[in-house]
């Protein structure tokens, strides 16, 4: 396995509450010499997977709650691993998500990213509008696209 300096995890809010990302663990694809960001693009759609006590106008508890699920999914990632790796956490409020996240991969000159697809259209479905293709289709790195159960 290539060596990665830099590996991005995008997290939409669905992402961080279920298991999506635990056998990128397990599976072995995890390089704890790896530098990690766990990124959520956070736009005006993104409020619907909130829970209802979080005020979406207010960027300081919605930046408080999306920190706090994230903080969970490192856990779950690194919790029982003896070394863990550096992890950042960044949310990049920005309405255009695909355009902004290609733009994110290339200033940071990112290795690697890691996303979950939603598999929930048919096969054409998936390679016609989602994240995932985008990202496969455009960004400047290895992409690893992880299906849920």
């Known amino acids: 396995m290539k060596n990665r300096a830099s590996t991005v995890i995008f997290l939409g809010l669905n992402d961080m509450l279920n298991e999506s990302f635990d056998h990128y663990v397990h599976d072995g694809f ?3 010499d790896s530098h990690f960001y766990l ?11 909130l829970p209802t006590n979080i005020d979406v106008k207010d960027d300081a508890q919605v930046e408080a709650y999306i920190n706090g699920q ?14 863990k790796p550096d992890v950042e956490k960044v949310i990049l ?4 998500p695909k355009l902004k996240s290609i733009n994110y991969l290339n200033e940071l000159k990112a290795d690697s990213c890691v996303v ?5 259209q048919d096969i054409e479905g998936i390679f016609k509008d989602s994240f995932a293709y985008y990202l496969v289709a455009y960004a400047p790195c290895d992409v690893l696209v ?3 159960n």
């Open 30 to 32: 995890l390089n704890l």
């Open 39 to 49: 990124v959520h693009v956070y736009n005006k759609r993104s409020h619907i997977n």
């Open 70 to 83: 994230m903080d969970k999914v490192g856990d779950r990632l690194w919790g029982d691993q003896k070394k």
């Open 93 to 96: 409020f920005n309405n255009e």
């Open 116 to 120: 979950v697809t939603r598999g929930e």
């Open 146 to 148: 992880l299906r849920p």
